[in-house]
């Protein structure tokens, strides 16, 4: 037997596994694959139970440091330290609280015990399921960068067909040239032939003129030189020459397709138990939003003109009046930390930059109501019509509408019309635009060219009212985060719309949502007036 498994305590049952629970009614000790066998026994009665909280033991006391054969009996809970009664008596401790040792022992034990159980219950399961999802991607990974392989193995086939057409073309072409500039000068060659085949006749008939002396051939005789002397034109053809252009090898692998850089994102889990870590008096009377300006610092607005800047020990920071004198639908920051806000009485979008106000967006025939800044500092602004018969979302650059989102494919309305118009709106950081649509009971999420990627009309579990949902946000994760006030709660959701979890932390009517970037959460609570900054990652 191995030396170091000599002090491991082993099952009583197959003696070979190490004991992990005992049953209190056979007095048996188990492992915990035969846990199941023992109680497989119906004709006993069996209590299973963890083994280290029913074993007997003998305490063993520390020896104390100062006195060596004094052990220790107490406990200071001022030093934080076990004490012998010696120790006591000399003074040193005088007016410190002492408790047993054994009851120190006993309540440490019990939370030694606690958090055993949070280890092996909770925690390490979480990272069990970590690994094993860690291992699966790995998996997908060789198979994912094998087909990225052969896509490029598959690419450069096709160049290869399509480089050896190019070279069968050129070369046919080549071919083609050849035989055309041979027959140029075969031509050539059969006229120069033919010529010199009439020069050798009037040779011959010359030199019979001359041996005969027949006067009738001399007098007949007539000079073909100045023909001859006129040589036939020569034909000159130029060799063709097949370019050979420097290949560049950026644009080479422009065409031929690059590889995108590895992006890499960090997931935060979500905490099994949400913190609720600061909660801000906003001294309305009625709180409907909230918007970080940073960590710190939050705008709101509530039942009256007033937008407050406020810091997370409640000091008011800055305030604004409305340029109509009438209450805010809507705020937001943009990306320069300026105040946006939507005002209904006169159907106008301003901004404040510097405590000044500018109308940007002045509407006909449409009613703005909650509003947005998006990630390439546009304005997204939900909006009704006058007579309440419509609803959409319009995208703003500057003061030009660029975009109007407003029917599906099928040329229904995305957004419910009529009623309780509550409307609030966020953009993803997968660039989806999601809408709490309250009188539709339903998030409705659509993708950055309007296009419906689905609607969350929320959990199926038990709930006292049914989902409407009010204020949205969404964080660093592509989390989206509704604010479910009739049931007090936060609803959670993935970037595809599937239910992750509840945030509760003691809300009452959350209203409003946004979060910082660090992905803190900032509730506005409508009745309390409040606004919690809640950490859920």
């Known amino acids: 037997m191995d030396p170091r498994a000599q002090d491991v305590l082993l099952c009583d049952l197959c003696e070979t596994d190490p004991l992990q629970y005992c049953c209190e009614h056979c007095d048996i000790n188990l492992c915990t694959n035969c846990v199941s066998k023992h109680l497989s026994d119906s004709s ?53 609280d002492m408790s047993d040792i054994l009851k120190k022992l006993g309540s440490k034990k019990q939370l030694i015990q606690k958090d055993l159980e949070e280890l092996e219950k909770k925690i390490y399961p979480r990272y069990t399921e970590i690994s094993s999802a860690v291992q699966t991607e790995k998996a997908e990974v060789q198979t994912n960068y094998g087909k990225l392989a052969t896509i490029a193995d598959q690419q450069g086939e096709v160049w290869h067909r399509e480089v050896t057409a190019i070279v069968n073309k050129r070369k046919a072409d080549i071919v083609e040239t050849k035989t055309k500039h041979l027959s140029l000068l075969d031509k050539q060659a059969d006229e120069i032939t033919h010529r010199m085949t009439e020069i050798n006749q009037v040779i011959l008939e010359m030199k019979n003129i001359l041996d005969n002396n027949d006067i009738s051939l001399t007098s007949t005789y007539k000079s073909r030189n100045d023909e001859f002397n006129k040589l036939p034109p020569t034909i000159k053809v130029t060799l063709p020459s097949l370019s050979t252009p420097t290949i560049n090898t950026e644009t080479l692998n422009e065409m031929f397709g690059l590889l995108s850089s590895l992006s890499v994102t960090t997931v935060e889990p979500l905490l099994d138990e949400p913190q609720l870590t600061a909660a801000i008096d906003t001294g309305y009377d009625r709180l409907y939003s909230v918007s970080c300006l940073c960590e710190d610092q939050v705008w709101t607005r509530g039942d009256n003109e007033t937008m407050k800047l406020l810091n997370l020990q409640s000091e008011l920071l800055t305030s604004i009046q409305t340029k109509s004198g009438r209450r805010p639908e809507d705020i937001a920051v943009t990306r320069d930390g300026d105040l946006v806000y939507t005002d209904t ?184 007036a409040k606004v919690k900054k809640i950490q859920y990652l």
């Open 44 to 96: 006993k009665k069996h209590k299973i139970a963890p083994y280290h909280l029913h074993r007997k033991f003998t305490p063993k006391f520390s020896k104390c440091l100062k006195h060596a054969d004094k052990d220790c009996e107490l406990y200071c809970e001022s030093c934080h330290i076990p004490v012998c009664t010696t120790c006591i008596s000399s003074g040193k401790h005088k007016g410190h």
């Open 345 to 528: 009485s006169n159907n106008t979008v301003n901004l404040i930059k510097n405590k000044k106000i500018r109308t940007v967006i002045r509407l006909q025939g449409w009613r703005p109501l909650f509003v947005c800044c998006t990630a390439d500092n546009n304005l997204l602004v939900t909006m009704d019509s006058d007579d309440g018969e419509q609803c959409k979302v319009v995208r703003y650059s500057g003061s030009t509408e660029t975009q109007s989102i407003q029917f599906d494919d099928q040329g229904r309305p995305l957004y419910k019309s009529g009623g309780y118009i509550i409307k609030y709106i966020s953009e993803n950081k997968n660039l989806d635009i999601c809408v709490a649509d309250f009188e539709a009971s339903a998030v409705v999420v659509v993708n950055q060219s309007g296009k419906l990627r689905f609607r969350y009309t929320g959990h199926p579990s038990n709930t006292k009212q049914s989902f409407k949902p009010f204020g949205i946000t969404t964080d660093s994760q592509s989390h989206i985060l509704t604010a479910d006030r009739y049931n007090h709660r936060i609803h959670i959701l993935d970037q595809d719309g599937q239910f992750l979890r509840y945030i509760h932390c003691d809300l009452h009517a959350p209203w409003g949502l946004c979060v910082d970037i660090r992905d803190n959460l900032f509730v506005a609570e409508c009745h309390t």
